[in-house]
């Protein structure tokens, strides 16, 4: 795995052109409605200052129920923006020979993901066609939490699966994706890309 620094891009969300025999299979952004819930927790968040607010009125602090409401849109509102702008920062990349992930709001970085070192893909389905897709790494390559976030599955610190995320209508991705990982692994390789409506299926490499 390559992460590039990069200042101006030849081709957008690549750091540099494709060599020969390298094609662009798939280009997309994170949609920032399913980023802001599934990595800012929008929801949650929202939801725990709605509950602050009730406990305020109930108990007669009228005047701190305002407060507590303000603070809650003031930061559901700077949630959705931080969203807005990684949705509008980040750039996935699906080629014939990896997978490039080009985020960053302050400092731009392009993390290139050769397909030889997926180990297996996971696909999380929701039920209005949104989802992610997590890519677990083979044990000899690396990938920094920090680094990818909001572009990783969650709580995976040990080894970090770098994640295309929020994707606002995943499965023909999904479809793509596992196509591209058959092709590229040297003998071939079959992978099962799972029914609509099973949400967290492994998508698994499995005998050619």
Known sequence: ???????AEPIPGLPGRLPPGERILWQGRPDW????????????????????????VLSGSFLGALLTLAA???????????????????????????????????LPLCVNLPMVQVETARLNARPDGSGDIALALK???????????????????????PMLRGLADVRPVADLLARALAEAV?????????????PGVEIRGLAA
């Open 33 to 56: 409605r399913h980023l802001a819930r599934s990595a800012f927790h929008v929801r949650l968040v929202g939801a725990y200052f709605a509950i602050l607010v009730v406990i305020g």
């Open 72 to 106: 809650g849109l003031a930061g559901v509102g700077l949630l959705l923006g931080l969203a807005i702008l990684f949705a509008r920062a980040t750039i996935y990349t699906i080629t014939s020979r990896r997978l490039v992930i080009r985020s960053g709001v302050a």
């Open 1 to 7: 795995m390559a992460v590039i620094e990069h200042e």
């Open 139 to 161: 044990p000899e390559a690396r990938a920094g939490y920090l680094l990818l976030w909001p572009h990783v599955r969650p709580w995976r610190f040990a080894r970090p699966e």
């Open 186 to 198: 040297p003998g071939g390789r079959r992978l099962a890309v799972p029914e609509p409506g099973a």
